[in-house]
């Protein structure tokens, strides 16, 4: 398996809202469920909105989104966000992601291009080959590398400088997240250095597990308004970084650069790190474990569960939910029994766990969007922003969908977790970028009850009730014809409706091979006509 995604795979051989800080926040975003003991009728596709009092949810569990004060947005607000309308498209462009060690570290500690001569005759090649551009992964460990607020963004200035005389465009992913697991700890690009010597002393700044064990890829989003970070919170620090960016590259924005992903979680995909790869916590195809272990996620538990008059349902996630390997048979949290995720405190908990994520993606897409609605008004310009979710397809086919639920998806037999996700997508006027469309369920062992094609169809058909636009990317790496031909079926339905832009992970030596260029320069050419 590839990098892609960070999750090992064993498969095959602004904003309507206000948003204030420091302080606290108020955001325009509510989509949990609504549900009563007498009421436990669940329909996927149903999205009840509860009603509302003071700013808070008006349910059995009155606000399980934590301190956050959350709000519904109907029809009519709707109406008025800022979202693109899908259209049948009839291409899709194919976008090339950059090389994994495009940067290196050199031995005075600072970032660099590696291979500048030969990564200019690739952008070449795959322009003549037809590809329509390249995805390049702009790291906030490279940019605002040594101190708070300096931006040094000369690499990308070198780099978008080679890719424009290519020819080609530009997918541009805002990196807020590390990748240094993929490389065994000695290489790749780390969180800026003086977010890590705070997270020398503060560990709890990093998501942790049950165990104690914390994943340094990501700042927990118990922080995301907390001015930890010199003065600033984490959200501040996204926004900031969006800013110098946007001012930086204005001139390339809807000539050059087309999209603009923002990294929400580990490998920037919206999700908690409950898969982790690289430090032989977790292998395919384990359920994986809950990650609100650290001490802001904990003590925002305590208070919600307090709030509701439960306060024993607030000390840690579920205790019969396993571990990182298990699966699901024999994990009573994952059955349907009484301590299962159907009881009202597995209802609960998986409301306020999921809940949170959700807010994070709003605050930071809502940041996002208003940096890219003043850009574009001003310069009469357009580019589409895209927003990021794993691919977590594996025992898609149980009741329960263990691996999604402990990666913050609230996705069951029961209740569609993903429908949430696209109406705060619709709402900022993002994309949703989903992996697997290289995979089919015939590649998948059937005894792991994998669903990627079930879980491409249940995106489908969310991001059609929200209006949104579907982007996608391959999760392993592929050359042969018959993964190259899955990729085609599952860019383009049977109706013609087609996904906005695929992005292939990703350049490397192997790409150009004679076997495997023979391959997909055809597979670019059939993806660049009419359909």
Known sequence: MAEIGAIGCGCRGVSGGNFFHPGGFSLKSCFLEQRTR?????????????????????????????NS???SMDAREKSRSFVLVSSRHKRVPVYVMMPIDTFGIDASGCPRIKRLKALTVSLKALKLAGVHGVAVEVWWGIVERFCPLEFKWSLYEELFRLITEAGLKLHVALCFHSNMHLFGGKGGISLPLWIREIGDVNKDIYYRDKNGFSNNDY??????????????????????????????????????????SIGLGPSGELRYPAHPSGDGRWKFPGIGEFQCHDKYMMEDLMAVA???????????????????????????FFEEGNDSFLSDYGRFFLEWYSGKLICHADAILAKAAEVLRRRQ??????????????????????????????????????????????????????????????????????????????????IHDVSKKWTIHVTGRNTSERFDEMGLRQIRENCVQPNGDTVRSFTFFRMNEKIFRVENWNNFVPFIRQMSADV
């Open 38 to 66: 007498r009421n436990r009728n669940y329909f996927r596709n149903v999205s009840m909105i509860p009603p509302f009092k003071r700013g808070r949810l008006i349910t059995k569990w009155r606000s399980v989104a934590g």
């Open 69 to 71: 004060r959350i709000f």
């Open 219 to 260: 700042l927990t989003l118990g922080v995301d308004q907390l001015p930890l970070f010199r003065g600033r919170t984490a959200v501040q620090c996204y926004e900031d970084f969006m800013l110098s960016f946007s001012t930086n590259f204005e001139p390339y924005f809807g000539n050059v650069i087309e999209e603009i």
């Open 306 to 332: 307090s709030q509701e008059g439960k306060p024993q349902w607030g000390g840690r996630d579920p205790p019969n939910a396993g571990c990182y390997n298990s699966f699901p048979s024999g994990v009573p």
């Open 377 to 458: 008004e001003e310069e009469k310009s357009s580019v589409m922003l895209v927003a990021r979710i794993g691919g977590i397809y594996w025992w898609y086919k149980t009741s329960s969908h263990p691996a999604e639920l402990t990666a913050g998806y609230y996705n069951t037999a029961l209740r569609d977790g993903y429908d949430p996700v696209a109406s705060v997508l619709s709402r900022h006027g993002a994309a949703l970028h989903i992996p697997c469309l290289d995979m089919a369920d015939s590649e998948t062992p059937e005894k792991y009850l994998c669903s990627p094609e079930g879980l491409l169809r249940q």
